[in-house]
């Protein structure tokens, strides 16, 4: 968005989080909290974004880096004096969008509304506002006529004030220009030494200039973090609107309560999510998929008709069609061709399955590369690592593995081999062989007698 630029403060370290994190990098659906609200920034069109840092700055601004212009507050002397720092970055003839690192229930609808309001209306400010059943603890707005007249804090307002429903978010829009020249003439006038930033509003309404108001349709987008309670209600609320968004776009799921899904997650149509399934990160489910029940899917990519069920599966690709679970661990670095069938109680890492290929359960694939139409049997066992080193396995299409097999690496195994069952593979198998390594089977008559006199 041209000649916009958006200011979050998250300098603030947070005290009743109880925490050695910063507030804003607490996590919810996912995200940290100032990931959310720089999201919607960033789908705003929004290029110039400045982020207020103070108490935990390195690892605000290691997760901002490339995406803000970071801004450090050495003293945190209130929001006023956070925005002073960056008036030196403001352009005077660009609006200014000011948001909180805490509150990542903003919606991009309506700070798009915001915007268009505040520019609009041709106002100096505009403060988006919300009415709250139960406002305690929020600064009230003042009207006289609907015309905007101020902002009393919960511990100053007059007992009438504090019957107003009508609440400040702590999200605004500027006038550069106006909002530097306001920013000079604040002074910390309080028992606590800080500059605050409603401040501003008097100092603009003394000048007569035009102040508006934007009311959120949506109450709960003003809910800001101030501890653990209330990080875990605003994530509930945002879970509950990532589920129905899905389900708005063609997403079926079973028991949407017990299902959760992050925000940064995308799912095509015709997925179906079944009960106790947690969708994390950045994982992309394709049309058709069926996942769950109790399955985790993290910063995966599931094609399209896959099933997925009882599973863990973390940074891996799974094919179109491919069938996982119950209870199969993938790994990262794993990778699922079209057709291949991932049964119970197996481990893949790092390893890629080709098309049509079955491990079908109870064994551990590591660092190895399978072809096409490989059958593994149960009890597989890739010997990748031996204390200081790991090595590859090489299977070739076609190849049958016959169960309880143990693979030495580094071993390759050619096209269209066969294991025997029980064997130990420590030498590479040439294409279309039979390889069988057991020790002469013994056979003591009588050796239960003996062991008994």
Same mark, same amino acid.
Request: charged share 20%; hydrophobic share 40%; proline share 4%.
């Given at each position: 968005?041209?000649?916009?630029?958006? *200011?979050?403060? !998250?300098?603030?370290?947070?005290?009743?989080?109880?925490?050695?994190? /910063?507030?804003?990098?607490?996590?919810?659906?996912?995200?940290?909290?100032?990931? =959310?609200?720089?999201?919607?920034?960033?789908?705003?069109?929004i290029?110039e974004?400045?982020?207020?840092?103070?108490?935990?700055r390195e690892?605000?601004?290691?997760?901002?880096? @490339?995406?803000?212009?970071?801004?450090?507050? #050495?003293?945190?002397?209130?929001?006023? =004096?956070?925005?002073?720092?960056?008036?030196?970055?403001?352009?005077?003839?660009?609006?200014?969008?000011?948001?909180?690192?805490?509150q /990542?229930?903003l919606?991009?609808?309506?700070?798009?509304?915001?915007?268009?309001?505040?520019?609009?209306? @041709?106002?100096?400010?505009?403060?988006?506002? !919300?009415i709250?059943?139960?406002?305690?603890?929020?600064?009230?707005?003042?009207?006289?006529?609907?015309?905007?007249?101020?902002?009393? #804090?919960?511990?100053?307002?007059?007992? &009438?004030?504090?019957?107003? &429903?009508?609440?400040?978010t702590?999200?605004?829009?500027?006038?550069?220009?106006?909002?530097?020249? !306001?920013?000079?003439?604040i002074?910390?006038?309080?028992v606590?030494g800080?500059?605050?930033?409603?401040?501003?509003?008097?100092?603009?309404?003394?000048?007569g200039?035009?102040?508006?108001?934007?009311?959120?349709?949506?109450?709960?987008?003003?809910?800001?973090?101030?501890?653990?309670?209330?990080?875990?209600?605003?994530?509930?609320?945002?879970?509950?609107?990532?589920?129905? =968004?899905?389900?708005?776009e063609?997403?079926?799921?079973?028991?949407?309560?017990?299902?959760?899904?992050?925000a940064?997650?995308?799912?095509?149509?015709?997925?179906i999510?079944?009960?106790?399934?947690?969708?994390?990160?950045?994982?992309?489910?394709?049309?058709?998929?069926?996942?769950?029940?109790?399955?985790?899917?993290?910063?995966?990519?599931?094609?399209?008709?896959?099933?997925?069920?009882?599973?863990?599966?973390?940074?891996?690709?799974?094919?179109?069609?491919?069938?996982?679970?119950?209870?199969?661990?993938?790994?990262?670095?794993?990778?699922?061709?079209?057709?291949?069938?991932?049964?119970?109680?197996?481990?893949?890492?790092?390893?890629? *399955?080709?098309?049509g $290929?079955?491990? /079908?359960?109870?064994?551990?694939?590591?660092?190895?590369?399978?072809?096409k139409?490989?059958?593994?049997?149960?009890?597989?066992?890739?010997?990748n690592?031996?204390?200081?080193?790991?090595?590859?396995?090489?299977?070739?299409?076609?190849?049958? *593995?016959?169960?309880?097999?143990?693979?030495?690496?580094?071993?390759?195994?050619? !096209? @269209?081999? *066969?294991?025997?069952?029980?064997?130990?593979i420590?030498?590479?198998?040439p294409?279309?062989?039979?390889?069988? #390594?057991? $020790?002469?089977?013994?056979?003591?008559?009588n050796?239960?007698?003996?062991?008994? &006199?």
């Amino acid at each position: 968005m041209s000649q916009c630029t958006a *200011v979050i403060l !998250a300098a603030g370290k947070g005290t009743r989080m109880k925490s050695e994190l /910063p507030k804003v990098m607490h996590r919810m659906a996912g995200q940290p909290l100032i990931g =959310h609200v720089l999201d919607k920034v960033q789908k705003l069109g929004i290029e110039e974004v400045l982020t207020i840092v103070g108490h935990g700055r390195e690892l605000v601004a290691e997760y901002l880096a @490339g995406q803000s212009t970071i801004i450090v507050q #050495e003293e945190q002397l209130g929001t006023g =004096h956070a925005l002073m720092q960056a008036v030196p970055y403001l352009k005077d003839e660009s609006t200014v969008l000011v948001l909180s690192g805490d509150q /990542p229930l903003l919606s991009v609808e309506t700070l798009r509304l915001l915007l268009d309001w505040h520019r609009n209306s @041709g106002a100096a400010a505009t403060v988006l506002s !919300a009415i709250m059943a139960n406002p305690f603890g929020y600064g009230r707005i003042l009207k006289e006529k609907d015309l905007f007249k101020g902002i009393i #804090e919960e511990k100053d307002a007059d007992p &009438k004030q504090k019957e107003i &429903k009508e609440i400040n978010t702590g999200t605004y829009c500027f006038q550069s220009s106006v909002l530097k020249a !306001a920013l000079q003439k604040i002074t910390p006038q309080n028992v606590q030494g800080e500059y605050y930033l409603t401040d501003v509003f008097e100092i603009l309404l003394a000048q007569g200039a035009k102040i508006e108001t934007l009311c959120t349709e949506d109450s709960s987008e003003a809910l800001g973090i101030n501890n653990r309670v209330q990080l875990a209600e605003a994530e509930e609320i945002l879970y509950d609107r990532i589920r129905k =968004h899905w389900m708005m776009e063609g997403v079926t799921i079973v028991n949407p309560s017990s299902v959760f899904v992050d925000a940064q997650a995308v799912l095509a149509k015709d997925v179906i999510l079944l009960p106790f399934t947690f969708i994390k990160g950045k994982t992309r489910i394709e049309e058709g998929a069926v996942i769950g029940p109790g399955t985790t899917i993290i910063d995966s990519h599931c094609g399209k008709g896959c099933q997925i069920e009882n599973s863990v599966v973390r940074e891996a690709i799974i094919g179109e069609r491919a069938m996982v679970g119950p209870f199969a661990y993938l790994r990262p670095g794993t990778v699922l061709e079209k057709g291949v069938k991932i049964g119970d109680f197996v481990e893949i890492k790092n390893s890629v *399955v080709g098309e049509g $290929s079955k491990v /079908p359960h109870l064994s551990y694939i590591g660092d190895s590369r399978l072809g096409k139409n490989v059958n593994i049997g149960a009890g597989t066992i890739t010997c990748n690592y031996d204390g200081q080193n790991k090595y590859p396995t090489i299977i070739g299409d076609n190849c049958f *593995v016959g169960s309880n097999t143990n693979f030495v690496a580094p071993v390759k195994i050619g !096209a @269209g081999s *066969v294991i025997g069952a029980g064997s130990t593979i420590t030498k590479d198998v040439p294409p279309k062989a039979l390889a069988v #390594e057991r $020790s002469q089977q013994k056979i003591i008559e009588n050796w239960q007698k003996a062991k008994d &006199k």
